[in-house]
């Protein structure tokens, strides 16, 4: 029996990430009128969250009024995996803080990256893959003590990329994953790869960076980089995976961002 076009597209929530320089109120309110079902903000640059941190009841009403849901991505160039007590634990403080800030703005799901910076000819391998640790132990449960998803991601770098991702699944059972296809490809797993591990993991992802590329981590949106992502979908399919998906996008242009919305939707309907 042939399966209908619904039986065989992912059902997915899709957004994008919010420009530094794109003006909140107006960016929400095209996301709307575009479709989309939510926005990702980065607290960093203009969006820190010091800095907006008297205009979130503002920004709620913005989401609010135009039916857009939010997700929070948490600061990554800081440090939580520093092998310094001090400097992890204000690493810490900040984190949580912006999980807070997230949770006023009724944000679902909060993004961060398991990183360390540590240097690697003063420090052993061994050490720097538990300074990340040290922080996740708190900030994991601080994530369910605010009601957000703690949402993992895959990164590039550091000691937790895709290939050792599994680990801190496994150490982390109340943790979820966001699964990056251009960080997944740069620490050298295919689209096929990528494929079984979206399969294997669909449980734990919670939420997707639909990242395309050519080279480096160029953030380009899904159709103009060299990405495969039928290949990738066709994994999430097989596995009924739903979730939220981002396009993580390094362009304020509304046109190329819509274009990227229409090859995601393209490649959902031919999977």
């Known amino acids: 029996m042939t399966k209908t076009e619904s039986e ?3 059902d997915l ?3 994008f990430t919010v420009g530094l320089g794109m003006p909140f109120d107006e960016t929400v309110e095209w996301a709307a009128s575009e479709g989309f ?3 990702e903000v980065l607290l960093d640059g203009p969006y820190a969250r010091e800095r907006i941190a008297d205009r979130r009841e503002s920004m709620r009403t913005t989401l609010t009024d135009t039916g857009v849901d939010l997700i929070v991505h948490l600061p990554f160039a800081v440090d939580p995996g520093s092998p310094f007590t001090p400097v992890r634990e204000g690493i810490v403080d900040e984190l949580i803080a912006g999980m807070e800030l997230a949770a006023t703005l009724d944000a679902e799901n909060v993004v961060f990256h398991p990183s360390s910076d540590a240097w690697d000819l003063g420090w052993s391998e061994a050490e720097c893959r538990e300074f990340v640790p040290r922080s996740l132990d708190e900030l994991v449960p601080a994530a369910h003590e605010h009601g957000l998803t703690p949402c993992l991601e895959n ?3 550091s000691y937790y990329d895709v290939t050792t991702f599994p680990e801190l699944l496994e150490r982390y059972p109340d943790a979820s994953m966001t699964f990056d296809t251009s960080h997944a490809l740069l620490a050298g797993m295919d689209e096929s790869g990528m494929a079984e591990f979206c399969r294997d993991h669909a449980d734990r992802i919670d939420h997707l960076h639909l990242v395309d590329t ?3 981590d ?3 949106p899904v159709g103009m980089g060299r990405i495969d992502f039928t290949t990738v979908f066709d994994g999430l399919a097989a596995a009924s995976w739903s979730g939220t998906a981002t396009l993580e996008v390094g362009t304020e242009d509304y046109d190329t961002i819509a274009l990227g919305k229409r090859h995601v939707e393209k490649v959902n309907r031919t999977i």
């Open 8 to 10: 065989r597209c992912i």
């Open 13 to 15: 929530d899709l957004g």
């Open 37 to 39: 079902d939510f926005v």
């Open 155 to 157: 990164i590039v770098s």
């Open 214 to 216: 050519r080279t480096g």
């Open 218 to 220: 160029e953030h380009l």
